[in-house]
């Protein structure tokens, strides 16, 4: 059974950091996209990051809105992969979905697996 299980949510004001970590058990996540999702109350859940791998190469993917403020790793030893936030904003808010197998098809439409989220809140 695969399991996906976030950590790092809190508090924090506006401009802080935050680092979300997620531990992936079950299966293998390091050749398949990971990344995370977003949703903030009463809007439509959305797409933040993404990470795969190509032989030996990286590749990162980034909202808009988050472009340049966040970044996304990995830890393949660790089967685990992060996000680190930085000069947070309130519109930030929101529960944070790390998910593993993203799909793309001309836009971030979803993933196979999914964690439960944590909170992230920013304070003005």
């Known amino acids: 059974q695969v399991q996906l299980a976030e950590t790092g949510g809190g508090l924090v ?3 802080g950091s935050l680092r ?27 797409f933040v990051a993404a ?3 190509s032989s030996s190469n990286t590749y990162t993917y980034y909202a808009d809105s988050v472009k340049g403020r966040f970044t996304i ?3 393949n030893a660790k089967n685990t992969v992060y996000l680190q936030m930085n000069s947070l904003k309130p519109e930030d808010t929101a ?4 998910v593993g197998d993203v799909r793309y098809s001309g836009t971030w ?16």
Not at 26 to 44: C, K, L
Not at 95 to 98: D, F, G
């Open 13 to 15: 004001q506006t401009g």
């Open 20 to 46: 979300l970590s997620c531990a992936a058990s079950g299966r293998t996540f390091s050749n398949n996209r990971m990344g995370w999702f977003r949703q903030a109350p009463g809007q439509e859940r959305e």
């Open 51 to 53: 990470i795969s791998r």
């Open 73 to 75: 790793s990995r830890d």
């Open 95 to 98: 529960v944070y979905y790390c």
């Open 109 to 124: 439409c979803g993933a196979d697996y999914w964690g439960q989220g944590t909170q992230v809140t920013v304070s003005s």
